[in-house]
């Protein structure tokens, strides 16, 4: 009997941890915020500074829109952001809908067509 006591309230235990969790992972969600990288004119030419004055916060969706074969998703580091280069084994999106998660701290994504990031393809948001 104590040790049928000692499962029931294990397996309660665990369903509260389970329920709290999920809780959990619903208000971080629910908290989230969805931007489209330049706006109505999406993810285009000059586009950089976009990021500038915006609330990110950590778990936010970017939304890249652009026409697909035109242009990609880069996910780089700052070096790579700064030298317009795409690093081997970078993270590449293209589907022209690239929805990306912000992670804290700073995040840089630029477009790996050459010549597009030089061109002002290039965004580097902050999340808190």
Known sequence: MF???CEEKGNAKLV????????LIHIHTAN???YTVGDSSGW????????????FKA???LIFK????????????????????????APTYSSGNDKLTLKKGPNYFICGIRGHCEAGMKIAPVAA
């Open 3 to 5: 040790q049928k006591m």
């Open 16 to 23: 509260r941890i389970v329920v709290l969790s999920i809780l």
């Open 32 to 34: 989230a915020a969805s």
């Open 44 to 55: 285009t030419f000059n586009v950089a500074g976009w990021e500038k004055g915006k609330p």
């Open 59 to 61: 778990g936010d969706t």
């Open 66 to 89: 652009y026409v697909v074969g035109q242009h990609n998703t880069v996910v780089v580091d700052k070096a790579s952001y700064d030298s317009c280069s795409v690093p081997a084994g």
